[in-house]
C-alpha cells in the first residue's frame, strides 16, 4: 500500500510537471535539459559497471545537454548553425581520447559513447523540433504537439496495462517483456486513437490546431507514437536484461530512474517527428 501511494504521488507530479512545461518555451527548454542530463548520466553509470567500459560520464552529459540546449536555440531561431561547432569537437575529442587512455576494449567505450548520444541526447533534443515552427510570420512556440506526444504515451501506457490485465492471452515479447500482451498494446492503440480523435475535436472546436492536421493525421500521428512508444519501452526492457537490472536507476520514488521514465519517448519522438515531415512532403 505503502509503495502504490509513492508511486501515484511521483507519477502525479511527474505529469503534471511535465505538463507545466511546455506551457513556456523557458520551462519546457530547462526542465528538458535537466531530463536529458540526467539520463545520459544515469545510462553511462550502467554501462561503466560492465566490465571493461570506462566512458567519460562527466563529458558525454555536458556534451547531451549542451546539444539540447543548442538545438533549442537553433530550432527557436535564437542562435546560427555555428552553435553545433563546440559539440562537434566534443565528439571529436571523445574519440581521439581512447588513443591515449589504453583502455582493454575502445572499440566499447566508443560505442557506448556514442550511444549516449544518438539513444538519448539526439531524441530528447528533437522535443524542440516539435516545439518550434516556422511560419510566414516567423518562428512560434506551440505547445500542443509535443505535449500531444507525451499524452499518447501516457495513454498508451494506461489503455495497455487496463486490457492487458483484463484480456492478457497471447504475450507480445515474452523474452524480453513477459508481462506484455498484444491485447494490451492493441487495447492501448484503440484508446490512443480515441484520444487523438478527441485532441482534434478539441482544437478545431476552439482554433487550436494549428497544424491543420486532419483527424485522420492526428489519429495518424497517435498511432505511430503508440507503436515506437512499445518498440522504445522493449528496447530499455532488452537493455536492463542485458546489464542483468531491474531499474535503471531510483531516482523517482516508485518508477525507477529516469530511462525508465523516458524509455518509450526515445523513439516515439524522433517517429513523430519524422511523421510530421512526412506529412509536409505528401
Known sequence: MKNFITRTITGILFVTAIVVCFIDPTAMSALFGLVTGLTVWEFTGLVNARPGVSVNRFICTVAGVYFFLAMVGFNSGLTPPTVFIPYLITLVYLFVAELYAKAPDPVNNWAYTMMSQLYIALPLSLVSVLA???????????????????????????????????????????????????????????????????????????????????????????????????????????????????????????????????????????AAVIYLYTLTLL
Open 132 to 270: 518550434f515552427r516556422v511560419t510566414p510570420a516567423g518562428i512560434i512556440y506551440t505547445y500542443l504537439t509535443p505535449l500531444s506526444v507525451f499524452v499518447f504515451l501516457w495513454t498508451n501506457d494506461t489503455g495497455a496495462y487496463c486490457c492487458g490485465s483484463l484480456l492478457g492471452r497471447h504475450k507480445l515479447f515474452p523474452r524480453i517483456s513477459p508481462g506484455k500482451s498484444w491485447e494490451g498494446s492493441i487495447g492501448g492503440f484503440i484508446f490512443v486513437a480515441a484520444v487523438a480523435a478527441a485532441i482534434w475535436y478539441v482544437t478545431e472546436q476552439h482554433g487550436m490546431n494549428d497544424l491543420r492536421l486532419s483527424l485522420a493525421q492526428w489519429i495518424g500521428l497517435g498511432l505511430v507514437v503508440a507503436v515506437f512508444g512499445t518498440w522504445g519501452d522493449l528496447v530499455e526492457s532488452l537493455f536492463k536484461r542485458t546489464l542483468g537490472i531491474k531499474d535503471s536507476g531510483n531516482i523517482l520514488p516508485g518508477h525507477g530512474g529516469m530511462l525508465d521514465r523516458f524509455d518509450s519517448s526515445l523513439l516515439a519522438i524522433p
